[in-house]
Structures are given as structure tokens and as C-alpha cells.
């Protein structure tokens, strides 16, 4: 059982770092055309700001729903048990 259990994560590590794929950041003149743009009324770069901010929060999200989740289980395991 042992084995298969280090044969299924070495084959999700190799599989994790060949399928990596190099990515360009941002250029310096994209950045500040999106600061700036903004401050002009620009409503590319109010929409580029919001799509950050959908990325960012989406984890967040879903890390908070599983540990709420994860409470009322424990919570339902522990007052069973009591």
C-alpha cells in the first residue's frame, strides 16, 4: 500500500513539473497604463483591476468554505460523542 502511495505522488510531482509552462509578467508600460488609466476613466484598467481582484479572492473563498465545512463536522462529531 506503502509503494503505491509513493508511486501515485512521484507521478503527480514529474506530472506537476513537465506540464509547467513559462509566463511572461506584466511589462513596465502595461503597469503603468493600468494605474494610470484608472485615474483618467479609463474602463479597461478598471476592468483589469477587478479581474485581480476576482483572482484573488476566489481562494480565499474556497479555502473559508471548506474550513466551514470542516467545523460543522467536527462540531456534529464532537457533540455525538459527548
Avoid: H
Amino acid at each position: 500500500m506503502k509503494k503505491a502511495i509513493l508511486i501515485f505522488i512521484l507521478f503527480i510531482s514529474v506530472f506537476a513539473v513537465t506540464g509547467t509552462t513559462t509566463a511572461s509578467a506584466q511589462c513596465a508600460m502595461c503597469t503603468i497604463n493600468a494605474e494610470q488609466g484608472v485615474k483618467n476613466g479609463n474602463t479597461q484598467a478598471k476592468g483589469i483591476n477587478s479581474g485581480v481582484l476576482y483572482l484573488m479572492a476566489i481562494p480565499y473563498l474556497m479555502i473559508g468554505a471548506l474550513g466551514v465545512l470542516w467545523y460543522k463536522k467536527y462540531r456534529t462529531n464532537v457533540s455525538k460523542t459527548s
